[in-house]
């Protein structure tokens, strides 16, 4: 089962608008992650938010995280035709075991 | 995708034939991993690496096999591929899951 799960699974909004995406996860984690994939591309990682962290911006991105939700948003503002892509949160899980969990992903289309 | 790269991009194979794909990073990165992407299941780890001859299973394992004889490869092996191992499958690597993975481009596997 996922691990994570991100919510919605498509979102739609016009160029200059701001986009929120939610992602879910069920087990305590040290930390998690936020992906972007382009289609027909690999994944490229956007940020990391530690677990006794709470907020963290990179450029236009901000991403939150609320451990007692087990849930974190990216929030990316003033949308751009480049940002259209999908999006995933990855999770790791406090076992030591080095590896993460990806959720579905939300599909972002920015539309002109 | 500077620094890892996968081989073949794209494979067509018949059903019952072995197929082995390749991950070569540059990077010396301890871990690496394969996963599977799918519509509708996001990104799925199939085996990763923590280090040459050592390994470990993922979420979907069956059906896989994997090496990883020298620190910059990693092989991925379907001893006999089903038409059910129809996917793009990613290379990924990186220093732990306190760090981003970096992902290759990606192999289109089609098994008829």
């Known amino acids: 089962s996922q691990q994570g799960e991100e919510d919605p699974q498509a979102l739609s909004i016009q160029e200059g608008e701001n986009a929120t995406m939610n992602c879910s996860y069920k087990?305590?984690?040290?930390?998690l992650q936020w992906y972007r994939q382009n289609s027909g591309r690999g994944l490229v990682h956007l940020i990391l938010?530690?677990?006794?962290?709470r907020e963290k911006h990179s450029g236009r991105l901000r991403v939150t995280l609320d451990t007692s939700k087990k849930s974190s948003s990216l929030l990316i503002t003033a949308s751009r035709a480049a940002d259209t892509a999908s999006y995933f949160c990855a999770t790791d899980a406090v076992t030591g075991a080095q590896k993460l969990v990806f959720g579905q992903g939300t599909r972002l289309t920015i539309n002109p | 995708d500077a620094g890892i790269t996968q081989s073949p991009r794209h494979k067509v194979t018949e059903t019952g034939t072995p197929v082995t794909l390749r991950c070569h990073q540059t990077?010396?990165?301890?871990?690496m991993y394969w996963y599977r992407q799918d519509p509708g299941h996001g990104l799925r780890l199939i085996h990763y690496?923590?280090?040459?001859?050592?390994?470990d299973k993922g979420e979907v394992s069956d059906g896989y096999s994997v090496s990883r004889s020298k620190t910059e490869d990693f092989l991925l092996t379907l001893e006999s591929a089903t038409s059910s191992q129809t996917s793009v499958y990613f290379c990924?690597?990186?220093?732990?899951?306190?760090?981003?993975?970096?992902f290759g481009p990606g192999t289109r596997l089609t098994v008829t």
């Open positions: 990077e010396n990165h301890r871990y």
């Open positions: 087990t305590s984690i040290n930390n």
């Open positions: 690496s923590y280090g040459v001859k050592d390994t």
């Open positions: 938010i530690r677990s006794n962290e």
């Open positions: 990924a690597i990186s220093e732990g899951t306190n760090y981003e993975q970096y």
